[in-house]
Nanobody, 125 residues
Framework: QVQLVESGGGSVQAGGSLRLSCAAS??????????MAWFRQAPGKEREGVAI?????DVVTDSVKGRFTVSRPYDNTLYLQMTSLKPDDTAQYYC???????????????????WGQGTQVTVSS
């Protein structure tokens, strides 16, 4: 079993910055190399892939490129550094993980087996 816990969300003004953290734990996590990712979901919208850490390759989606950076300093820790935040970035942000490289795709959130509870990011104009 794998547990994911996000932290670092909050309320900021447009142009501000936040760093989200995701900590993974559980007996299942220690034996396999997991793909980890950030997704977000705004009210009334579908869940959107934001960033992914895929076995050594860290990528952010085009809509946040240049403003968001994903990093994974340890196998069980994933960060999302967000700068120049905009009101459109307001959403619940979720950390996801899966041991399969096949599931490691920002376009298919349903392929990820494990999810955190989410952390809210609110950006005011």
């Amino acid at each position: 079993q794998v547990q994911l816990v996000e932290s670092g969300g909050g309320s900021v003004q447009a142009g501000g910055s936040l760093r989200l953290s995701c900590a993974a734990s559980g007996s299942g996590f220690s034996h396999l190399r997991y793909c980890m990712a950030w997704f977000r979901q705004a009210p009334g919208k579908e869940r959107e892939g934001v960033a992914i850490s895929d076995f050594g390759s860290d990528v952010v989606t085009d809509s946040v490129k240049g403003r968001f950076t994903v990093s994974r300093p340890y196998d069980n820790t994933l960060y999302l550094q967000m700068t120049s935040l905009k009101p459109d970035d307001t959403a619940q942000y979720y950390c996801a993980a899966d041991p399969s490289s096949t599931a490691c795709n920002l376009e298919r959130p349903t392929d990820f087996a494990y999810w955190g509870q989410g952390t809210q990011v609110t950006v005011s104009s």
